[in-house]
Nanobody, 116 residues
């Protein structure tokens, strides 16, 4: 059974940093593209960043470009999202996501709250 588990969320002040982790079981993350998404109260879930399976190329939403960094640690079967320069508008539940042979998998999410 494939499971994704996020961790690392919390409460920080504007300008602070957090590192989110996405740990996988039941699959090797190295073989798949992994995305980070977020959903703020009353808003649709939006893509934040993703890392490709083939060459580890990365993509970022314009709103986080230059502040967030995504990368994999294959030995830990995990993907991380370093978030610097956090803003109140980054407040949301953050989810990691992958798709395996057409099946979509989401973690349970981790809450990030940025106070002004």
């Amino acid at each position: 059974e494939v499971q994704l588990v996020e961790s690392g969320g919390g409460l920080v002040q504007t300008g602070g940093s957090l590192r989110l982790s996405c740990a996988a079981s039941g699959l090797t993350l190295y073989d798949y593209a992994i995305g980070w998404f977020r959903q703020a109260p009353g808003k649709k879930r939006e893509g934040v960043s993703c890392i490709a399976s083939s060459d580890d190329s990365t993509v970022y939403a314009d709103s986080v470009k230059g502040r967030f960094t995504i990368w994999r640690e294959n030995a830990e079967n995990s993907v991380y999202l370093q978030m610097n320069g956090l803003k109140p508008e980054d407040t949301a539940v953050y989810y990691c996501h992958t798709a395996v042979r057409g099946a979509k998998y989401w973690g349970q999410g981790t809450q990030v709250t940025v106070s002004s």
